[in-house]
T-cell receptor, first 114, second 115 residues
Framework: AQSVAQPEDQVNVAEGNPLTVKCTYS??????LFWYVQYPNRGLQFLLK??????LVKGSYGFEAEFNKSQTSFHLKKPSALVSDSALYFC????????????FGTGTKLQVIP | DTGVSQDPRHKITKRGQNVTFRCDPI?????LYWYRQTLGQGPEFLTY????????KSRLLSDRFSAERPKGSFSTLEIQRTEQGDSAMYLC?????????????FGDGTRLSIL
């Protein structure tokens, strides 16, 4: 089985401050990890992924994420938040050899305060 | 790359009616997925296609739900005898063949409201 947890329903951060959105996962093998962003009444947009290699992954719009195998985490980060980053963020996991599907977390609402 | 297109964007229907949604994936993408998303939740896997073959269906997908991808291009999702609990956003996504390491490209969804 595979699962992903986003422990925070909402994260508030002041504009210009660094942000972190947390994600932990559980899979039977080596994970494929993804972050997506969703704006109101829109579909999900891909931000970044970890498949293998360097634990620090850089993605779109200045976002990055750090894979930590020992803590089974894949937290999303950005050095300086923008008001336009306010949206719903989803972490997702799959793994080679697992079920042919991706499992999404319940989402974290990011609110960047001007 | 024109993106994934879903039609209609909104559907309002009475309980007991049948509804059909259409998804046009990115043209070179072989894999096509259907998800259901309710308020406050992440997308919930329903089914997926590799070309025209439906390779997996969620056990959550009741017999009232059926999906097709007849020529390996567009796909349809039909819900028969709709129920109140079917109210949700239905998302379609596509990806390149190559495995689950490929990111999925999502359409903007069809929002279904059951009266």
């Amino acid at each position: 089985a595979q699962s992903v947890a986003q422990p925070e329903d909402q994260v508030n951060v002041a504009e210009g401050n660094p942000l972190t959105v947390k994600c932990t996962y559980s899979v039977s093998g080596n994970p494929y990890l993804f972050w997506y962003v969703q704006y109101p009444n829109r579909g999900l947009q891909f931000l970044l992924k970890y498949i293998t290699g360097d634990n620090l992954v850089k993605g779109s719009y200045g976002f990055e994420a750090e894979f930590n195998k020992s803590q089974t985490s894949f937290h999303l980060k950005k050095p300086s938040a923008l008001v336009s980053d306010s949206a719903l963020y989803f972490c997702a996991v799959s793994w080679r050899g697992g079920y042919q599907k991706v499992t999404f977390g319940t989402g974290t609402k990011l609110q960047v305060i001007p | 790359d024109t993106g994934v297109s879903q039609d209609p964007r909104h559907k309002i229907t009475k309980r007991g009616q049948n509804v059909t949604f259409r998804c046009d994936p990115i043209s070179e993408h072989n894999r096509l997925y259907w998800y259901r998303q309710t308020l406050g939740q992440g997308p919930e896997f329903l089914t997926y296609f590799q070309n025209e073959a439906q390779l997996e269906k969620s056990r959550l997908l009741s017999d009232r739900f059926s999906a097709e991808r007849p020529k390996g291009s567009f796909s349809t999702l039909e819900i028969q005898r709709t129920e109140q609990g079917d109210s949700a956003m239905y998302l379609c996504a596509s990806s390149l063949t190559g495995g689950l390491d490929q990111p999925q490209h999502f359409g903007d969804g069809t929002r279904l409201s059951i009266l």
